[in-house]
């Protein structure tokens, strides 16, 4: 069990601290930050969450640390548009959200959740000054943020300073043995280590950070910002069209860190991948039936792989795969154009993105392709089946 | 009137800022900050006493902000041994000693006193990181201390970061008009006014810089941990004799800075040294005369200097001048050497110090120099005179 805990780790500081806290036998509280204004997980945070996992299957303490006192604070100075102000309302709901995301790895009747307003809104101006004094402008310009902002004469307002020592403080507060994330919060685990260490705590936690997982477009880490992440919420077709779009040169990091084969089962299908024998697309396909099952079940994962085959790689559709649309519906009028049709019917996907789809052929009318989008639909009879991309088909009647 | 407060000043930031306030002709709100760690005043501060006594006779409002919420904090590091925690009992002392100081200069009837801890003491976790968001990490590094212990990688306490902001928002709170304080508090007083700029206060401050006084030595600011300093509250004899005992080349800085000779006078004074035809020691002597005038009365001055001019310049000492000491008062024993001697009559001055001064003739038994502390008392019949140095003097009986 301690073997399965400390495999897949990217980085222990100290490096043998997690291995010693295992062998001392105790139960281990481990801390889990959550900033409440992104409360969406993807495969990328599942991968902290299945080592999560581990640890409390070996018995250990999962302790959730909702980060609710900035959340509701945001960003003061407004500039950061991605940190408004959330009220306690937003804040529950999103913890709420998150929770049930997590009841996706975790036995979530077995963590304990707790709110960082509990001690953080009763501290005095006194307190703060306290606890920021045991901190260094050096120590924090350690972070590759703040040095590369302050250097690039970028601003950086003081309150940024306080953020990472506020998160460090729960870890005092809890009484971590141990905080994980993923190797992107190294910086902010350690300032929870340093803390403890600087107010004299018995415990001095050990970092575990995980490795990042690239995202769907193969190159960043996957995030819901830059849309290349498959959402631990998706429905099993998705999920699984998803994982077949990533680029086989990620196959490897996927296969390690989003399923759950067994140590054997993965070196044979590396084995087989580099062999060359094997099509790379049959692991994709073994790699997306492994995580639709996690997330769903088996019966799911079969499904969506038969509707994958069927639609995309067959390029055979039945009538069930079509989605209708009527002209009226879509709010198209017969003047309208075939670019108006495709971002009606696929909102999503911005009028240029459609443009560049139709350019290199995934745009098709009845099966066949269509480059100049600003024909009029009046040029194509109705009905007809509008395919874009490999995964999207609708049926456009009058 | 308006010219009067206008003259003397080393910064005024906006520089037409001083000029606009005043011809608007309200009363304004002057601030002025006071660190309760170090209530003893010297000629340095006067010189910002002085010129706050041109405003509050020109009807203006001093408002002094005792700094006490940082002062009962102190170094939470313990690394800075010069600001220990405060009790409440020691502000109260140090503001009544340093209000009783500045009753020397100021009408302290109309003076407005404040203590920050009154707004700091129920400042919440959420209103600091507002409060600190105003302020960007660049703008602190203006501060040449900050920048220069970060580039050397000196450590910066991040709550020493806060300070800054905490003396600024006082002036957010009086709604000050004006700051004042020396050129080495110009990046202090400019956050305050930062701070009201980015909380959209009515009120901007201008910020009022007075020159720096050198001390004693003659090349140090006068500052009370050089030792070079001369302080308000000093006996007539030692302000003379201080005032003395400055280099000439420090003269005309006194004259402007120190006294209270009009601009006339002071021309005329500065005409006579330029011209070469007279003894600085005469003009020394009469800014000596006018300091002490200041800061005791007319009598007392001239008392002082008759004193003077007895004991350290005709070198005839009558025996009112000497202070006589046993022995065995003195803890010496006729065994005993000269050092000891100088040593327990001067316990100030160190051994080595002592032995310095007697190698430049500085030590005379009975009005001849002597160099060899190391000789014992028997050697010398008692009683006798011991002279240290150009002031002390004192009868040696067995």
């Excluded at 040095?147 to 940024?160: K, M, P, Q, S, V």
């Excluded at 054997?264 to 697309?281: F, H, Q, V």
Aim: hydrophobic fraction near 40%.
């Amino acid at each position: 069990m301690t073997q399965d805990i400390l495999h897949g780790i990217d980085t222990i500081v100290p490096e043998n601290g997690l291995a010693k806290k295992l062998a001392h036998g105790k139960t281990l509280n481990i801390k889990l930050g959550f900033d409440p204004t992104a409360p969406d997980l993807h495969l990328g945070h599942a991968v902290v969450l299945r080592k999560l996992r581990d640890f409390q299957q070996a018995g250990h303490n999962i302790i959730v640390i909702i980060g609710d006192f900035t959340a509701r604070i945001g960003d003061p100075t407004g500039r950061n548009v991605t940190r408004p102000p959330l009220t306690t309302e937003q804040v529950m709901a999103n913890a709420d959200t998150y929770i049930a995301q997590l009841a996706k790895v975790l036995d979530i009747t077995k963590i304990q959740i707790r709110f960082n307003a509990e001690w953080f809104g009763k501290m005095g101006f006194d307190e703060v000054i306290k606890l920021v004094s045991n901190v260094t402008l050096g120590q924090m310009m350690q972070r590759h943020d703040f040095r590369t902002r302050y250097e690039e004469g970028r601003t950086i307002a003081l309150h940024e300073m306080l953020y990472p020592v506020l998160q460090g403080y729960d870890s005092v507060v809890i009484d971590a043995d141990i905080e994980i994330g993923g190797t992107d919060q190294l910086f902010n685990c350690m300032v929870g280590k340093m803390i403890q260490d600087a107010l004299g705590c018995k415990n001095s936690q050990v970092v575990v950070c995980m490795p990042l997982l690239r995202g769907t477009d193969g190159h960043e880490k996957m995030s819901k910002s830059k849309h290349n992440y498959i959402g631990l919420t998706e429905d099993a077709e998705n999920m699984f069209g998803k994982t077949m779009s990533i680029p086989d040169a990620l196959l490897i990091e996927y296969l390690e860190l989003a399923t759950s084969y067994s140590e054997t089962e993965k070196a044979n299908m590396k084995a087989e991948l580099d062999s060359g024998n094997c099509n790379p697309a049959e692991i994709k396909k073994m790699i997306a039936r492994n995580i639709v099952t996690i997330y769903h079940d088996a019966a799911a994962s079969e499904a969506a792989q038969l509707a994958f085959e069927r639609k995309v790689q067959k390029k055979a559709f039945s009538d069930v795969d079509y989605q209708p649309r009527a002209l009226a519906e879509l709010g198209l009028t017969p003047d309208s154009t075939l670019l108006d049709a495709c971002h009606a019917a696929l909102p999503e996907k911005s009028r240029s993105e459609l443009r560049r789809l139709a350019d290199g052929g995934g745009v098709k009318i009845n099966g066949e392709k269509v480059s100049d989008l600003n024909t009029a639909l009046t040029q194509t009879a109705m009905p007809f089946t509008l395919q874009i991309g490999k995964r999207d088909l609708f049926r456009i009647t009058a």
